[in-house]
């Protein structure tokens, strides 16, 4: 079975900062990583798929990058409605999900 | 638009059975793999089961092979899944999602999800 490593597992950043998040997989999965967000009593929504391919209506400042096993998640502009928790998922083999990120408002 | 919605949540004991249904509208169902995936109380994200579109393939997590069945019914743009010797780590909120068709991988992303449908497993 491959394992997503996701790290941190929360952060805390001001408005308007950049934030990254990474996620590393347990063997290569060339570009089969895909980041989703999920916001307190809803269903996630997927934001990136295929490492840096972003979802149709998802705001530019969110960005992805990376192959082989190391994976980055970007928010280039931290914003209020950004609140929520991220995670990685690869698509290589099966599903597996990261632990997920909190991303809070500092 | 495309609409998922989930049903046949509830309390059941351990050893228990309960049977998930989502409701899919907006696209031609047949034509897409779906998929369920879990959240316990406060955690993360957990793959249960897949189906493929077409000749229905099935996929499961390892945790849940043998005790739940996945299975959809394309004329009724119906999946089900079937979960027996409930357990109280199964306890979650239920989710159905669908594909993107635009992702180059053989096993694609998850782009629209269903509200989800809570169980409990408790005595």
């Known amino acids: 079975d491959i394992q997503m490593t996701q790290s941190p597992s929360s952060l805390s950043a001001s408005v308007g900062d950049r934030v990254t998040i990474t996620c590393q997989a347990s063997q290569d999965i060339s570009k089969y990583l895909n980041w989703y967000q999920q916001k307190p009593g809803k269903a996630p929504k997927l934001l990136i798929y295929?490492?840096?391919n972003l979802e149709t209506g998802v705001p530019s400042r969110f960005s992805g990058s990376g192959s082989g096993t190391d994976f980055t998640f970007t928010i280039s502009s931290l914003q209020p409605e950004d609140i929520a928790t991220y995670y990685c998922q690869q698509n290589y083999n099966l599903w597996t999900f990261g632990h997920g990120t909190k991303v809070e408002i500092k | 638009e495309v609409q998922l919605l989930e049903s046949g949540g509830g309390l059941v004991q351990p050893g228990g059975s309960l049977r998930l249904s989502c409701a899919a509208s907006g696209f031609t169902f047949s034509s897409y793999s779906m998929t369920w995936v879990r959240q316990a109380p406060g955690k993360g994200l957990e793959w249960v089961s897949a189906?493929?579109?077409?000749?229905?393939?099935?996929y499961y997590a390892d945790y849940v092979k043998g005790r739940f069945t996945i299975s959809r019914d394309n004329s009724k743009n119906t999946l089900n899944l079937q979960m027996n010797s409930l357990r109280a780590d199964d306890t979650a909120v239920y989710y159905c999602?669908?594909?993107?068709?635009?992702?180059?991988?053989?096993?694609?992303?998850?782009?629209?999800w269903g509200q989800g449908t809570l169980v409990t497993v408790s005595s």
């Open positions: 999602a669908r594909e993107i068709s635009y992702s180059s991988g053989w096993y694609r992303p998850f782009g629209k």
């Open positions: 295929d490492a840096s």
């Open positions: 189906i493929s579109g077409g000749a229905g393939v099935p």
